[in-house]
């Protein structure tokens, strides 16, 4: 049974579409996160959510909007995609904060946008 | 803020030699550090984390990190590395009332037979 899971794994679409990711953890997890792997393997913070509150916005464009319907679930919807999205984008958890807590990565959804 | 430098993006080892991953940090506050590795395909995982506690930090599949305050360091070593090594491993630090865990930008291990 995967701890986090998102889905689709891979994705692939045309400039200007729209595209969700979705995730869901079921850990029983307060947090969750969404990190943007880019081609040089670079892992950067997007947003994350403590039950269901937003809790960090890095410098995301606004085409990017996360959806926590609930605690165990964190989707990420992309509107007008370009061509510079295309990366690794992975879906996290962690019980509390991530201070001292482990944090629990899914297996990622490849994006390519042509 | 805090941060991450992890020295080489790229480290090649033989099958059963040493491996030393290096990373430095830098924060004004103590530091909570971590190691994670990703293999190919697949998310990060945990492999050990320093939390001020032991300086000596014993991980997963053998790896172990030592917390040196006076060199800004937490390097991960394993003593003989072994072909499911292969991976691309980050360190991440985070200090107490941040929010976010900030990584370094990675390194790639790679064991030659």
């Known amino acids: 049974d995967t701890a986090v899971s998102q889905t689709p794994k891979y994705l692939v679409t045309q400039m200007g579409n729209d595209k969700s990711i979705k995730c869901e953890q079921n850990l029983g997890h307060d947090t969750m996160y969404w990190y943007k792997q880019d081609s040089k393997k670079f892992l950067k913070i997007m947003f994350s959510?403590?039950?269901?509150?937003?809790?960090i916005n890095e410098t995301v464009p606004n085409r990017f909007s996360p959806k926590s319907p609930d605690k165990a679930h964190l989707n990420l919807h992309i509107n007008s995609l370009e061509l510079g999205d295309s990366a690794v984008y992975f879906c996290?958890?962690?019980?509390?904060?991530?201070?001292?807590?482990?944090?629990?990565f899914g297996s990622g959804t490849q994006l390519s946008v042509l | 803020a805090q941060s991450v430098t992890q020295l080489g993006s790229h480290v090649s080892v033989s099958e059963g030699a040493l491996v030393l991953l290096r990373c430095n940090y830098s924060?004004?506050?103590?530091?909570?550090l971590f190691w994670y590795v990703q293999y190919p395909n697949q998310g990060l995982q945990l492999l050990l984390k320093y939390t001020s506690a032991a300086t000596l930090v014993k991980g997963i599949n053998g790896f172990e990190a030592e917390f040196k305050k006076s060199e800004t360091s937490f390097h991960l070593t394993k003593p003989s590395a072994h072909m499911s090594d292969a991976a691309e491993y980050f360190c991440a630090v985070i200090t107490q009332g941040a929010q976010k865990l900030v990584f370094g930008q990675g390194t790639r291990l790679t064991i030659n037979p």
């Open positions: 924060s004004s506050v103590p530091p909570y």
């Open positions: 959510y403590n039950n269901k509150e937003l809790i």
């Open positions: 996290a958890s962690s019980a509390r904060g991530p201070y001292n807590e482990k944090l629990f």
